[in-house]
């Protein structure tokens, strides 16, 4: 608990620092942002907490988050299937962009297209569809491209947009998560490697496995899948948030501040704009998702007696297996969940991002999971962590990255402050458990006096 | 030898400690502790285990400092702040378990930390060989100094450790437990070496629970008990009677309360089970409901591994564990805890307790998933089993939120204890249950043996400790390199009776060494 305090003043104080350096640190956009990245590395974050209580460590994390994004981009990768008899042209509008096919079009839908015959045989140029409207008996196909290339008249081939059904996509890339949690608690509890050695050879893996099947081409995913792009950029609901956007976009003022002029800003007739006092900060999806997490693993971890279990082996697991307990099994289920959550947020990013290079995505951010896990109160001996304190660290972790940037540091200089500052965590832990151990003994010692 | 001592009292003695006291988190080990040591003398230090003496010896080596007191060498004050310094010291420190790099070779241990060097810096490799060889020869070791230290036997690594200690020049040696783990002709060629040394002026302070051994080889006996100096004996006042009166402070009839009961059924079999590392040998054995019976045998003797064998923790080669006539799988403990079989282990830190865990949680551990219902904690059924087991069983603690670590060594076990109590098991196995463990705590230690056994649990324990032994069990067993050499019924029950089993051989330990030394002599 005086851990979690600890870095919860840390926090604060980070938090403050930046704001009295640059006010647009607390500016809505940015508050949305932070806690967005904050959700999407707090998954991870937890998720090693778990494998860094059992004494473990889990250095894949990056690479398998590269992995599954890649892998749920080719699963959703789209085609479009040409219809075998073409449909005629009957009129080409303009304005606004639509092409009217005679007849019925069928299950002509948004994000289809129009394959338009070149004359070459093989080739063709298309028209992408916007949306489907029905006038009488003929369809209407409003469309991106400009119509131009085609004719009343003229012949078009309804080709169908296609992909792997979603939730197939996502099932499988998570279950591809638990086979390699399942992998690396295998190898370490039944075959005896150590959790370095089996995790840094994930690293390697997994990485160079998500290279080679995309064959080094960034990934995407295509525009039609709204749906699922949600869970990384929804916002369902907005919380009001008192006097943000007088200190963010006001500069602790009530009016618009333009911070690249260095005054306040004026509206066309020349006077001051106004801001309201209460912000609506939307709440992003990944926030959400993280704080479910959050909740079910703090609950697993202190409410059930599996967690318990966890503990106890981190701390000695010789004792725990001479208390019947199946030390090997719970290892296991502490890498699954581990990696489950590392597969959660390998899709979340990818889909925040939308630009999965597979040689770079997610570099190191292992690194940064372990240092907020750390940082919140875990330590690497073993059977300590409150999934709170991990929540905490992972945004600070976040805040100080994003601080860097505000307050005008080199960007450079982020890994090197990170660095530090989880020196300064651990070192001032370590201060504090002795001063408390010699304190203890001393406290004794008095005791002892006075009983002899 | 008597002319010897009464011109050492007129000199100060060479090495004198006063009024030291140590302690350590929940517990006093040392208070106020005196003792004396003349030259040429052998000072046997004897007491329960947890009395205090390896405490001090740590001290005396460097190992740990003392909270008070002071140890003067040759009636001068001396700081024994570092290994090293006792070394300058002329101390040595032969441990229970010796601390030779086993990789490497015997002139290599023996110079280790100061090694010869050449003109150019290298490891003077010859210098080693010859200086080797003069050096175990004045321990009458007959190795090459090339021999590879951990192909030695145990018997062999310790005069190495000798005759490196000697090679540091040496004038205290301090042994702790030299022959726990030594067969009979081992120890009597050590018994040997000790006399040759005392011969030559060096002193030795001689820890044992062997009290035969004492008696053989004492000069004068120190005893402790509880931390505390109990009392001297002269050579001439040593008997074994005299050394268990000051060890245990009371009555023995009345420290080890035994009522025996008429065993009921055989609860624990063993049937012909093979245990690593010693697959060649069979042992069978039978625990009845209600009979405590004790395990003997030296260090090494293959009875931790058999213990934990049973419990599952080792799994067996060959052979099966029957409890009440139910084969047990034995591929990890869950199986005979279902069962109940419990096992109190032999180190308690590192198998019995999550030492940073609370009394609670520890009590608690085995029993979670007992209490659990579709895996969530239950909290108010775990602070009523803390509850109950810290009131049998008399633990001494604030409160049930107590971190274990911070308890005494014989609080620390009964919460070993209160853990399996809870599960209410039908077969109690400890190993090694009284050591580090206060006199206090010991008693109430064999009073829950006695009551489990008189509810009608077949208590199966392994102990070093000889008293321990003659007067906890009903019957004993004894092994030796992994076999039950012999079983011996209360009647029968003789120090020299276990030992004879205990080493494998029809000598009587007390008159071997005698004899080896006339022969020397001659």
Same mark, same amino acid.
């Given at each position: ?11 604060? =104080?980070v938090?403050? +620092? ?14 949305e ?49 040409p ?11 303009t304005?606004? %962009? ?21 004359g070459?045989?093989?080739?063709? %140029? ?10 009488q ?8 491209e ?11 081939? =309804?080709a ?42 994930? @690293? ?7 290279r ?12 039609s ?72 693993? +703090? ?29 090997? %099994?719970?290892?296991?289920?502490a ?8 597969? =959660?947020?390998?899709? @979340? ?40 304190g991990v ?12 601080s860097? =940037? ?16 989880? @020196?300064?965590?651990?070192i ?8 408390a151990?010699?304190?203890r ?5 008095? @005791? ?5 | 030898? $008597? ?12 090495l ?19 003792l ?48 090293r ?30 090694? *010869?060097?050449?003109?150019?810096g ?14 175990l ?18 018997? !062999? ?9 000697l090679?540091?020049?040496?004038r ?5 437990? *030299? /022959?726990s783990?030594? /067969? ?8 040997? &070496? ?11 302070? !001689? ?48 420290? !080890?309360?035994? $009522?025996?009961? $008429? *065993? ?42 058999l ?5 599952? &923790? ?35 830190k ?23 219902t ?13 509850a ?9 603690? *604030? ?6 670590? !911070? ?26 249950? $009284? ?33 321990e ?33 205990? /080493? ?13 030394? /006339?022969?020397?002599?001659?």
């Amino acid at each position: 608990m005086n851990k979690i305090l600890g870095i919860l003043g840390l926090l604060i =104080v980070v938090c403050l +620092a930046t704001t009295l350096g640059n006010p647009r640190f607390l500016s809505p956009g940015n508050v949305e942002n932070l806690i967005r990245l904050t959700a999407l590395f707090g998954l991870i974050s937890v998720g090693v907490a778990f494998v860094i209580i059992t004494g473990g460590i889990d250095l894949s994390i990056g690479s398998t988050i590269a992995l599954t994004g890649c892998l749920l981009a080719m699963f959703l990768e789209v085609d479009y299937v040409p219809r075998e008899v073409p449909t005629t042209v009957t009129e080409v509008r303009t304005e606004p %962009r639509a092409v009217v096919l005679s007849g019925d079009a069928g299950d002509l839908a948004k994000g289809d297209r129009l394959h338009v015959p070149t004359g070459v045989p093989g080739k063709f %140029r298309f028209l992408t569809v916007d949306s489907v409207a029905t006038e009488q008996d003929r369809t209407v196909a409003a469309v991106v491209e400009s119509p131009s290339i085609v004719s009343a008249g003229g012949k078009v081939t =309804v080709a169908k947009l296609h992909h792997m059904n979603v939730i197939l996509a996502v099932a499988l890339v998570l279950a591809i998560s638990v086979g390699i949690g399942v992998l690396h608690g295998v190898l370490i509890t039944k075959v005896r490697l150590q959790p370095f050695v089996v995790t840094l050879c994930g @690293l390697l893996f997994y990485r160079g496995y998500a290279r080679y099947l995309t064959n080094e081409q960034t990934q995407h995913f295509d525009a039609s899948l709204e749906g699922l792009k949600y869970l990384a950029s929804g916002q369902p609901f907005q919380v009001p948030i008192p006097f943000l956007r007088w200190i963010g976009d006001g500069s602790w003022s009530r009016f618009l501040w333009d911070p690249t002029a260095g005054k306040h800003a004026l509206d066309a007739q020349g006077n001051l704009i106004p801001l309201d006092m209460i912000a609506w900060v939307a709440v992003p999806m990944p926030v959400i998702i993280m704080l479910v997490v959050a909740v079910l693993a +703090a609950v697993f971890l202190n409410r059930t007696i599996y967690g318990r279990y966890l503990l106890a082996l981190g701390r000695n697991e010789q004792a725990a297996r001479y208390s019947g307990i199946n030390t090997d %099994r719970m290892t296991i289920l502490a890498y699954v969940i581990c990696s489950v959550l590392a597969g =959660v947020a390998g899709i @979340l990013f990818a889909l925040d991002l939308n630009l999965i290079q597979p040689a770079s995505h997610a570099n190191f951010y292992e690194l940064y999971a372990i240092s907020a896990a750390v940082l919140g109160g875990c330590s690497l001996r073993g059977g300590e962590g409150a999934i709170l304190g991990v929540l905490i660290g992972a945004a600070v972790m976040r805040v100080l990255s994003n601080s860097i =940037v505000l307050l005008g540091i080199s960007t450079h200089l982020e890994f090197a402050i990170i660095g530090l500052v989880l @020196l300064a965590g651990v070192i001032a832990d370590e201060m504090v458990k002795r001063y408390a151990a010699r304190r203890r003994a001393k406290h004794e010692a008095v @005791l002892a006096e006075k009983g002899a | 030898m $008597t002319g010897e001592s009464t011109a050492n009292d007129r000199r100060p003695p060479l090495l004198e400690v006063r009024g030291v006291s140590k302690r350590f988190p929940g517990v006093q080990a040392l208070a106020d502790v005196s003792l004396s040591l003349g030259c040429g003398e052998v000072l046997a230090l004897i007491g329960e285990n947890g009395a205090g003496k390896s405490t001090l010896m740590k001290i005396l080596a460097g190992v740990q400092s003392p909270d008070a007191g002071e140890i003067l060498l040759d009636g001068r004050a001396i700081r024994i702040d570092s290994v090293r310094a006792a070394q300058a010291h002329g101390i040595a420190l032969i441990h229970q378990e010796l601390n030779l790099a086993d990789n490497l070779d015997v002139g290599a241990n023996l110079f280790l930390g100061r090694e *010869p060097r050449t003109a150019i810096g290298l490891i003077d490799r010859r210098r080693i060989e010859r200086e080797s060889v003069e050096i175990l020869r004045r321990v009458g070791l007959d190795v090459s100094p090339n021999t590879i230290v951990g192909t030695l036997s145990i018997g !062999y690594q310790q005069m190495v450790e000798i005759a490196k200690a000697l090679s540091a020049n040496a004038r205290i040696l301090i042994m702790d437990e *030299p /022959t726990s783990s030594l /067969t009979s002709g081992e120890a009597a060629r050590l018994f040997d &070496v000790i006399k040759d040394l005392r011969g030559r002026g060096v002193s030795i302070i !001689y820890i044992s629970h062997r009290l035969g051994e004492v008696n053989e080889l004492a000069d004068r006996v120190t005893v402790f008990r509880d931390g505390r100096h109990a009392g001297d004996l002269a050579r001439e006042e040593i008997s074994h009677d005299a050394m268990v009166r000051l060890m245990v402070g009371r009555d023995l009839a009345q420290f !080890y309360a035994r $009522t025996i009961h $008429t *065993p009921g059924e055989a609860v624990l079999e063993v049937d012909a089970l093979r245990v690593a590392p010693r697959g060649r040998h069979a042992v069978s054995l039978a625990i009845h409901s209600g009979e405590i019976v004790g395990m003997a045998g030296l260090v090494g003797a293959g009875r931790t591994e058999l213990l934990e064998a049973i419990f599952g &923790v080792r799994p067996p080669l060959l052979g099966t564990v029957r409890v009440a006539g139910n084969p047990l799988r034995l591929d990890s403990p869950v199986g005979p805890i279902a069962a109940g079989v419990a096992l109190v282990p032999e180190d308690r830190k590192l198998q019995g307790l999550v030492l940073e865990m609370s009394v609670r949680q520890n009590i608690s551990l085995a029993n979670l998933h007992r209490q659990a219902t579709r895996g969530w904690l239950d909290a108010s059924g775990e602070r009523r089993l803390a509850a109950e087991m810290i009131d049998r069983l008399h633990v001494r603690t *604030p409160n049930d939120q107590q971190i274990v670590h !911070y308890l005494s060594g014989g609080n620390q076990q009964k919460v070993v204890l209160g853990k399996w109590l809870a599960l209410r098991p039908r077969v109690l196995l400890l190993d090694e249950p $009284t050591r580090g463990v206060d006199v206090g705590a010991k008693h109430e230690i064999y009073r829950i043996m006695e009551q489990l056994a008189a509810d009608g649990v077949a208590v199966l324990f392994v102990s070093s400790d000889m008293e321990e032994v003659l007067g906890m069990s009903d019957r004993a067993l004894v092994m030796h390199e992994g076999r039950i050499t012999g079983e011996l019924a209360r009647a029968d029950l003789s120090e020299e009776a276990i030992m004879q089993l205990a /080493t494998g051989r029809d000598v009587s330990v007390g008159r071997k060494p005698a004899a080896a030394e /006339t022969a020397r002599n001659k």
